[in-house]
């Protein structure tokens, strides 16, 4: 049998490494060393082994491409210039400047056929996981009984990681549950050639990686390229070991690849300085040298190179057809599953107002209840809505009754019954994995999940909750124990600058309901916007307010759907407005009582509930100044937490009833009466905020 390389092959991969290498001279910066390194990889990958459609980045049958070193940038954007798949040697050459679509780290939504906003390290390895938990779950959603192999949903999610990948705690936990998963679709090309910025890893890094991922229960494969002084870039060697981590069905797969970073660069290869730096004039003249290319040029592609790499369109086209074929059977004999697999793509959900639970009679329930009666009144006509918790089900109540496990069925407990195609997830307490998980599933096909914890623990998920922001992708967080009000667990449970840090993210929705109406439409706008959203809910139960059906008018308070618009008027002053009370969640609560002991002195009091500042600050400005007239400056907020976020509000002459330090332990009862959360301390805020008025 012939080598999976050819010599034109070769010859491309040569170009590929002197493209890497000119890119970042022509920048003045940039992480040559691995893209020079790892280009034989990536082109086997591109050109030999994904099942990929150059003319179409969102074919639902493509194996997904995950770089999570992603500082190494141009591994992959050479290979999308060289496969013909929507850039050019001018991208190229703009790597890194205002505007191209070559940033610095690829970023989804920007440049064709990227999966994912890598950014910080380990976070592409860690949602990698969502994908291959999102490619089962979409297989036993649509195509639950065609044998393995042989569904149009059955594919591959690759992907290369370097050390600093697999030193990022993240991957641990990710790397945990892919074993446990038994996650067969799953495929790791780890470069462990043991440099980064700070030279040779040992200094840091001296862990048995092969062995550690064997005791995940991840099959362990080793391709090593050998010495400086033998080295052989052996592809044929590699592509035996994917095609074996193929054929593990059981097992995620990990090949350890021992290279040498920056080869065959002469003097720099295997050190720090070709890791995150440009080569300098003389080592480029060098390698491209080495490489019998010219080393007076810059850019050079031939056109037979060109012609060849970017034959991979006609050759994708046959897999294409095939699988066109296949899948047009498949929906023939599953028109219903069709149906809604049309409607997924299409981004489209059902009317939800008429499933939400109206609460009819119940005079108080912490919102976490009424988030998950919410949860399981929506799921049966949500067969995309799945989710889970890490580790705190009976808390954060995110559990789909009557749902099994997402799991292999061995992994049954007595309390949990487990099937690969479940829908109820479990991340044990690996809040970390969980966040990037949760991204991996969301970007990988149009299913809609959803991930809890306790609000404090949302510090743990923040690299992943910042990436979800920026790419704009539709996962939702179940944060309970939203406050002091959780009591007794103290200061170190008790979240107290969440908030603010959260709401200072851009993109990201932060949704603090004030009780069980606002719950349910709180989560029907979040599924009606496919943001990246947090719901944040009580530990404790709250007051379950009596409604009109419109908007707010003398003593009845408005309906809850007004939430969707992330303020409004809840209870309108009687008489002139003199003063704005502003809350969110448990505290909304404190405002009301707060408007019935002012107007009992004659002062107008307006309450406003802004349950998302964000979805406020996108409406008009003309409906911003009918919540919070400017010519009513009297005003409080009144939140258990920082106010931070409240000064845009509250303005010079308004006054903030908050928390500027952090908890105790005591029940949450003391706690607020000790911390002045209080009728009475939003009453006198109310007065002082008064006598500024015309100063």
């Known amino acids: 049998m012939g080598s999976v390389f050819s010599d034109v092959d070769r010859e491309a991969v040569h170009v590929a490494k002197v493209l890497a290498a000119d890119a970042v001279e022509n920048a003045g910066h940039g992480h040559p060393g691995t893209a020079i390194s790892l280009a034989p990889v990536a082109y086997l990958l591109y050109q030999k082994v994904m099942r990929c ?11 997904r491409f995950i770089l999570s070193a992603g500082h ?15 850039l050019e040697l001018e991208d190229i050459k703009s790597l890194r400047t205002w505007g191209s679509l070559t940033p610095g780290h690829p970023e989804y939504g920007h440049t064709d056929h990227v999966e994912i906003t890598t950014g910080p390290l380990g976070q592409g390895l860690a949602s990698a996981t969502g994908f291959a938990y999102a490619q089962r779950f979409e297989r036993g959603l649509f195509d639950p009984d065609t044998p393995a192999g042989e569904s149009p949903f059955d594919h591959f999610t690759y992907v290369i990681a370097g050390d600093g990948d697999l030193q990022e705690g993240v991957s641990a936990e990710a790397a945990s549950l892919a074993g446990h998963q038994e996650l067969g679709n799953l495929v790791v090309l780890y470069d462990a050639n043991q440099i980064s910025i700070e030279d040779d890893v040992d200094i840091a890094f001296s862990e048995d990686v092969a062995a550690r991922y064997e005791s995940y229960g991840w099959q362990v494969q080793t391709v090593d390229f050998g010495p400086a002084e033998t080295y052989t870039e052996d592809v044929d060697a590699l592509m035996d070991a994917i095609t074996i981590a193929q054929k593990d069905t059981t097992r995620p797969s990990l090949i350890v690849m021992k290279t040498i970073i920056g080869w065959p660069s002469p003097t720099k290869q295997n050190t720090g300085k070709i890791h995150g730096s440009a080569l300098g004039q003389d080592e480029l003249r060098a390698l491209k040298t080495h490489l019998g290319m010219d080393p007076d040029q810059s850019f050079v592609v031939p056109e037979e190179i060109l012609a060849h790499t970017r034959g991979l369109r006609a050759r994708a086209q046959e897999t294409r057809s095939a699988w066109d074929a296949q899948f047009a059977t498949w929906a023939k004999q599953n028109p219903e599953r069709h149906s809604v697999l049309t409607r997924l793509v299409a981004g489209d959900i059902p009317d939800l107002e008429p499933l939400l639970p109206t609460f009819e009679g119940v005079e108080s329930l912490a919102t976490r209840a009424a988030s998950g009666q919410v949860i399981n009144a929506l799921a049966p006509a949500l067969p995309e809505f799945w989710g889970g918790s890490a580790d705190l089900a009976e808390s954060n109540l995110t559990t789909i009754k009557g749902a099994s496990s997402f799991a292999p069925s061995r992994h049954s407990t007595k309390e949990w019954t487990a099937d690969a195609y479940g829908r109820v997830l479990h991340f044990g307490i690996r809040e970390h994995a969980m966040g990037a998980i949760l991204n991996g599933i969301a970007l990988h096909g149009p299913t809609r999940p959803f991930g809890g914890t306790f609000l404090i623990f949302s510090d743990y998920m923040r690299p992943a909750l910042r990436l979800a922001a920026l790419m704009q992708v539709p996962v939702t967080y179940v944060w309970t124990h939203d406050s002091i009000g959780l009591g007794e667990d103290g200061p170190t449970h008790q979240p107290v600058e969440q908030l603010s840090a959260l709401r200072a993210i851009p993109g990201l929705d932060i949704v603090r309901p004030a009780d069980a109406h606002e719950t349910a439409f709180a989560w029907k706008t979040i599924l009606e ?7 944040v809910l009580t530990r404790q139960a709250i007051p379950v307010l009596s409604r009109g059906d419109g908007h707010a008018e003398g003593e009845n308070f ?9 303020a409004y008027v809840l209870a309108e002053a009687n008489g002139e407005l003199q003063v704005i009370l502003m809350a969110t969640g448990s505290e909304v609560s404190i405002a009301l009582e707060a408007r019935a002991a002012l107007q009992e002195r004659g002062i107008g009091t307006r309450v406003v509930s802004m349950p998302c500042m964000e979805w406020f600050e996108e409406q008009d400005s003309d409906y911003r100044e009918s919540v919070l007239p400017s010519a009513a400056t009297a005003r409080v907020s009144i939140e258990a937490g920082i106010s931070q976020c409240w000064r845009l509000y509250v303005g010079d002459r308004g006054r903030c009833v908050s928390l500027e330090h952090f908890g105790a332990s005591a029940a949450y009862q003391r706690l607020y009466d000790e911390f002045g959360i209080t009728t009475a301390a939003t009453v006198a805020a109310a007065e002082q905020s008064l006598a500024l008025q015309g100063k």
């Not at 459609?53 to 194996?63: E, K, M, T």
């Not at 916007?529 to 719901?535: F, Q, T, V």
């Open 53 to 63: 459609d150059p003319a179409d980045p969102a074919w639902l049958g493509r194996d």
């Open 72 to 86: 190494s940038s141009l591994t992959q954007y050479v290979q999308l210039f060289l496969g013909g798949m929507g």
């Open 529 to 535: 916007r496919k943001n990246p959203a947090g719901i």
């Open 558 to 566: 408005a309906h809850a759907r007004h939430v969707a618009r992330g």
